[in-house]
């Protein structure tokens, strides 16, 4: 389960915060995975108590609102990337950004379904360089593109250029994710699926046997 | 007396912040930081082990702007139901009160008369409407919550209410169940030539993958 508080003095109204946080929801904790399993308490609460002096926000089309929603994303962020950090077993965070797509939401969807590929959280924590699953997570996200356009990378080693897989020093690669790994670091997994101007990320943790044995003892 | 807030960096670290950049600049406190928000948290007796700090208190001293966004889970817990409901009757709130240790969820009408119970109680102690006493929890599902040692933490709990860095952080940790690190942040931006903080605090380590609406 996970569980957020958000708090801000800024002054808004109801209906522009309610947005405002739908949309910071969408691009944080509804972005993160750690096991594929959605919580029957999932919830975040915020609250604006508007004591900061501040002009009223009252619609989504101001720069005012705009700066409220950078802000309201990055906090969300912050703590919703913390939780993927600190995944049951994890020995890294994963962070996955695509782009190219058709909109965010699409670059989103693929972005997520990478970072919640049991294959690919296994093949980091086995710091695997394994293209190929994300390939594939990629593909089964339900979002179409040409696979023809499809660029990897991990870390700045790139893997897989218009479709085509590239020779690449695998110890490399194999090496960035075990000192990442042992730093309990960043793995980042770049994509871009087209020519689009959608970009989104997602953020996940490697799979380990420490997820098992954590999960095998603790019962309803 | 109620004791001093404990330093509950002994229990377990805060995790790294991991904020994106921007136009804005790190503040502790984390949900306390902005201005009008006080929080506490306490061991109130609910979790299965241990006297890590199971009970946390977040108050507005005004009618605070509330939203919030509730998982999709068919199998939707008490609290989440409760909240759902409260959003719908009031656009505004005063407190936010969180439990862990159980989680309250597949815990039938029993389970939502004890939110109920809960949040009248302490809308009792802060002379609020109960609608304005907003409820999460999480742990076990299909446990009920412990709710008499959680009433009876609720006048000790209100008393270790503050607007200091400790407060927060005490709140971030007793919301924490297997986390291995609390989770909890502060930003200062200027909005409009105004200074404007958002802070937050979240718990969250496994059964994690939210699709929240």
Redesign the interface.
Known sequence: ??????????L???DV??K???VA?NRS??Q????????????????????????K?SSLNN??AE??Q???????????????????GATC?IEVKVSGAGTEADAAKVARSVA?SSLTKAAVYGRDPNWGRIACAAGYAGIPFNPNKLRISLGDILLMESGQPLPFDRAAASNYLRTTGEKHG?VIIQISIGDGLGSGQAWGCDLSYD?VK??AE??? | VVSAQQDVSNYIPA??????E???HQVPGG???????KAAGMYGGLRAVGEKPDLAL?T???D??????????V???A??LY?KEALETS???RA?L?NAGQ????TGDAGYQDVIDCSHALAELLQLKPEQV?I????????RIKKEPLLKSLPDLVNLLSSTVQGADS?AVA?T?????S?S???E?E???????????????????????
């Open positions: 389960t996970m569980l957020g508080v958000i708090t801000t003095d800024a808004v109204t109801s915060w309610r405002m946080v739908r929801v904790f509804n993160i995975t750690v096991d594929g399993d959605t919580s029957t308490n999932d919830c975040v609460i915020a609250l604006a108590s508007g004591l900061s002096g501040a002009n926000i720069s005012d700066h409220l950078a802000c309201l994303d990055a906090v969300m962020q912050g703590l919703a990337k913390s939780i993927a950090w600190d995944g049951e965070l919640s960043t997820y954590i999960n603790y019962t309803t | 995790a790294p912040i991991l904020l994106p921007g136009p804005w949900v306390a930081a902005a201005k009008g928000f977040v507005c001293d005004v605070a702007i509330s939203a919030g966004a509730f998982t999709t889970n199998v939707a817990a609290p989440v909240c656009t505004t709130a936010i969180i989680a309250n969820a597949a907003l999460e929890s999480t742990g076990v599902i299909g446990q709140a919301i169940t297997t986390d291995l690190v989770k942040i502060a930003i931006s909005v409009g030539g105004t200074r404007v903080r958002v802070g937050g605090m979240a718990k969250g380590s496994g059964m994690i993958h939210p699709n929240m609406a």
